[in-house]
Every structure is written in structure tokens, then in C-alpha cells.
């Protein structure tokens, strides 16, 4: 996870993973270890996140048919990121190639842009609106030149609508941790879906 904390219910992707990573040994001087980043996402047309995440906290008794492991980059602070990317895209084909199959780990797609005789406002909010009427959340601009940063950092921007509603609230969720004994979350109900909206709250709070 992002806070280093490992997942042992996702084995299914070991093997395609290696594989992967050898070829990048032995064909690329990349420094060791080889590290690919990218997130579990639900394996379907529409993102089912409650269930993915019931799933991804199971110690036993996972169904992994659900789990699609998309990568979006390589851990690797030397080179830019459109040529990490170009990396990641010829690895996948050369394993593709010599297995036939690579069917539940995928690249995430791009698009490039190097001309700057066009609009990138228009273009991008263009780009966003049909993402998220295909079911998507968003979009992460990037620039193609930045080095790999182990943080939040200006070269990736997230890019979403957002919309103001009010919702009645119909119950809470506890905290854990640091906030045990109190508020983790307000659950509101949207359209019949019951939502936690966990953020935004201080301490005092």
C-alpha cells in the first residue's frame, strides 16, 4: 500500500510480475530492485470499490477473479517519465509475446502531447468529461520529463469534476487508531447509496 503495508492476497500476479521484471533486467540498465507502480482495480466495465476493498482486506478466501493490476509507472528515479513509459509499454509486448498472455495486468493508457500550438485547457477538460461519463474518476496530467518522486509532486496533477451537494447524514462510521472512540466518518446517502465521507474533519472536530 502507500503506507508499506503488504498484501499477501494477491499471488495471482507473482509469476506475470517476475516474468516482467527479468525482461527489464536483462534488457534495460535499470538499477536494481525493479519496482512497478500501479493500483488493484476492479476486474469489469463498471468499479465495484466496497467490494474491491472487502476483498483486498480478507486474510482468506479471495476471489482474485475480481482484481485487474494496472501499472501506471516504474519506480525509478533516473530517467524521465515518457521514457519509464515506453519502457513499460515494450516490456508488456515482449512478454505478451513470448506467453500469449498478460490478460489481468495491464499498462494504464496515455496520451502524449509535445505540440503547443493547441489548446491543453480545453483539450484536457475535453478529455475529462468524456472519462467520466464513461464511469471513470478522472484524469492525472503529467509532465513527460519528470523524474520519478517518492511524494506528492507538482509534475502529476489530478483533474476531476467535482459537484456540491447536500446529503442527510444516516449514521457514522467509527475511527480506529489514533481515533478510536471517535468520529472515522459521516455516512450520507446519495440517491440510495449509502457513501462515508471521511475527510475534512480536525481534531477538535
Excluded at 519528470?146 to 467509527?174: A, R
Aim: a negative charge.
Amino acid at each position: 500500500s502507500r503506507n508499506g503495508k503488504e498484501y499477501k492476497n494477491f499471488s495471482k500476479f507473482d509469476e506475470k510480475l517476475k516474468g516482467m521484471a527479468k525482461i527489464l533486467f536483462d534488457q534495460e540498465p535499470l538499477k536494481y530492485p525493479i519496482i512497478f507502480d500501479g493500483e488493484m482495480v476492479s476486474a469489469g466495465s463498471v468499479r465495484d470499490f466496497d467490494n474491491l476493498m472487502g476483498q483486498v482486506r480478507r486474510e482468506t478466501n479471495i476471489d482474485d477473479s475480481k482484481f485487474e493490476y494496472a501499472i501506471f509507472d516504474l519506480v525509478n528515479d533516473e530517467i524521465p517519465f515518457k521514457e519509464r513509459y515506453d519502457i513499460l509499454c515494450a516490456t508488456a509486448m515482449d512478454y505478451y509475446k513470448k506467453n500469449n498472455e498478460l490478460n489481468d495486468i495491464k499498462i494504464l493508457p496515455h496520451y502524449f502531447y509535445e505540440n503547443h500550438n493547441f489548446s491543453y485547457k480545453e483539450h484536457f477538460y475535453e478529455l475529462l468529461s468524456k472519462v467520466v461519463k464513461a464511469g471513470e474518476e478522472g484524469l492525472v496530467v503529467k509532465d513527460i520529463r519528470s523524474k520519478y518522486q517518492f511524494k506528492k509532486s507538482t509534475s502529476w496533477c489530478k483533474m476531476k469534476i467535482f459537484e456540491n451537494l447536500d446529503l442527510p447524514v444516516v449514521g457514522i462510521e467509527p475511527g480506529c487508531g489514533k481515533y478510536e472512540g471517535k468520529l472515522g466518518g459521516l455516512i450520507v446517502d446519495f440517491n440510495g447509496v449509502k457513501v462515508t465521507v471521511g475527510s475534512g474533519y480536525t481534531d477538535p472536530e
